[in-house]
């Protein structure tokens, strides 16, 4: 297993080096001139050239693309241009918001789709299973924007049971103030985190190990969580790790409408604000958190069916 672990971390390095390539290379293919949109209507032709010159955009693209490889190497990011302020420092005084959005969401979506898989694979052809089956095909056709207005409206606006919007300052209000993202981001993951849990606890309650687990007496709720939730839980598992990956990107829109102050509303306001190094720096720190996403679903998949081998 740490020679497994090893291998997979080793992989960071030539992924983020992939990823700082591509993330520079499109960046600068946006239009627009990070010096023209930071002076706004007071740019002069003289006043870009001087910013330019002076953040070195100026000079041609194989030399930026060296000086910002070799700060990463560093474990520099590199300079805001418009927030005058070290990448490093931005990213990480807004990375706990997303972070605890990606945890919290995670939590909602299992505490959603968990219990209406048993649900419909306990009551199979019944009205709860149709109505779960049923899930996955709205809620799939759902955006996720519009999801998150719809609570606001709804939970913030019309009940006042949550703030439309905001971080808050201690734990509790953070908490308070990130269930509805978290669950927008959450029932984005559960429809089809739901149709996989489950296809495979129906599955699983029909194999033969199951069958003999009751013939020996044990109690239904034992069979069902141990045997039957156990093993249907490592297809639940793989849809799940899957999911939160592709999420980690989408978290740029529901941190937008909800305002949370995470690297989502950061990359929006850097892309509008044409500053390249903040660009470049979340999209490599987003690259990195979803292959440790992938690499905690491969050690929960391995501890989860122990026939899997660390190769």
Sequence with gaps: MLRYLAKRLLLLIPVALGVAFLAFLLIHLVPGDPARTFLGSHS????????DHAWGLDRPLPVQYWLFLDRLLHGDLGQSL??????????ASRLPATLLLLVYATILSL???VPIALLAAVRRNSWVDQTARAIPVVGIGMPSFWLGIMLILVFALRLRLFPVGGYGQDTLHHLWSMFLPGLTVALAISPMLIRSLRASLIEALDSDYVAFARSK??????VLLRYGLRNASISGVTILGINIGFLVGGTLVVENVFAVPGL?????????????PVVQGITIVFAVIVIVVYLLTDLAYA???PRVQFS
Excluded: C, E, H, K
């Design 44 to 51: 002069t032709p003289a006043g870009i050239r001087s910013l």
């Design 82 to 91: 418009f927030y005058q302020a070290s990448v490093n420092t931005l990213i």
């Design 111 to 113: 505490l959603i789709s």
């Design 217 to 222: 007496g044990l109690p239904g709720w034992i």
């Design 264 to 276: 989502g509303s950061l990359m929006v306001q850097s892309i509008m604000n044409r500053d390249f």
């Design 303 to 305: 501890a989860l069916d």
